[in-house]
């Protein structure tokens, strides 16, 4: 399974960026698809997830409200619409695919997953 993901830039505090990552084969039913972000000289820090079939979602507590995971099942696609940005948003965020059917406590843990996708930098200005 290969994942791109893409739609990163440079964008001020406040503003909104939208990233996508699109997956070469479908999702099973139960898998879990999700974002993470990693900052420099921290670790890799779960973002967001869904289940596929459900389209049930968790979130981190520091994006509730402001982030919004989404997918296109024909586009075996995953969306991560992200508004009122801040510069601590600063980050390489990554895409994901588990291999297994996650429970949703184990859907924020990165090894979870088996697939990664490259990752699309994402700055924040303030």
């Known amino acids: 399974v290969q994942l791109q993901a893409y739609g990163g830039g440079l964008v001020q505090a406040g503003g909104s960026l939208r990233l996508s990552c699109a997956a070469s084969?479908?999702?099973?039913?139960?898998?879990?698809l999700g974002w993470f972000r990693q900052a420099p000289g921290k670790e890799r820090e779960f973002v967001a997830a869904?289940?596929?079939?459900?389209?049930?979602?968790r979130y981190a507590d520091p994006v509730k409200g402001r982030f919004t995971i989404s997918r296109d099942n024909a586009k075996n696609t995953i969306y991560l619409q992200m508004n009122s940005l801040k510069p601590e948003d600063t980050a390489v965020y990554y895409c994901?695919?588990?291999?297994?059917?996650?429970?949703?406590?184990?859907?924020?843990?990165?090894?979870?997953?088996?697939?990664w996708g490259q990752g699309t930098q994402v700055t924040v200005s303030s």
């Open positions: 084969e479908r999702a099973f039913t139960g898998n879990a």
């Open positions: 994901a695919k588990s291999s297994g059917n996650p429970t949703t406590l184990y859907m924020g843990l990165p090894r979870t997953y088996a697939y």
């Open positions: 869904l289940r596929w079939n459900t389209g049930s979602t």
